[in-house]
Nanobody, 117 residues
Framework: QVQVVESGGGLAQPGGSLRLSCAAS????????MGWYRQAPGKQREFVAN?????????NYADSVKGRFTISRDNAKNTVYLQMNSLKPEDTAVYYC?????????WGQGTQVTVSS
């Protein structure tokens, strides 16, 4: 089993910044990717960004966040970060960390991000 714990959500003004953290622990062998998804009220969960550990840390982003969000990883801490800049009201959602392992996906409990003036 892999435990996934997110932190760092909160309230930001439009144009502001927040940084999310996601720490994986437990049976963390064979993790090949870590990333973020989000779900706004009344909408389906959508991909935000991920980092492919087995491909030298290559990253992928949803078009809606390219140029504004940056995902990074601290290998020693098994932690990924999502730096969110130039936030927009449409970024408001619950953000979920996703850990991909050979035998399945693991999810965090989610952290609320609200962008409002």
């Amino acid at each position: 089993q892999v435990q996934v714990v997110e932190s760092g959500g909160g309230l930001a003004q439009p144009g502001g910044s927040l940084r999310l953290s996601c720490a994986a622990s437990g049976s963390i062998f064979n993790i090949y990717a870590m990333g973020w998804y989000r779900q706004a009220p009344g909408k389906q969960r959508e991909f935000v960004a991920n980092i492919i550990i087995t491909r030298g840390g290559s990253t992928n982003y949803a078009d809606s966040v390219k140029g504004r969000f940056t995902i990074s990883r601290d290998n020693a801490k098994n932690t990924v970060y999502l730096q969110m800049n130039s936030l927009k009201p449409e970024d408001t959602a619950v953000y979920y960390c996703n850990v991909k392992q050979v035998n399945g996906d693991y999810w965090g409990q989610g952290t609320q991000v609200t962008v409002s003036s």
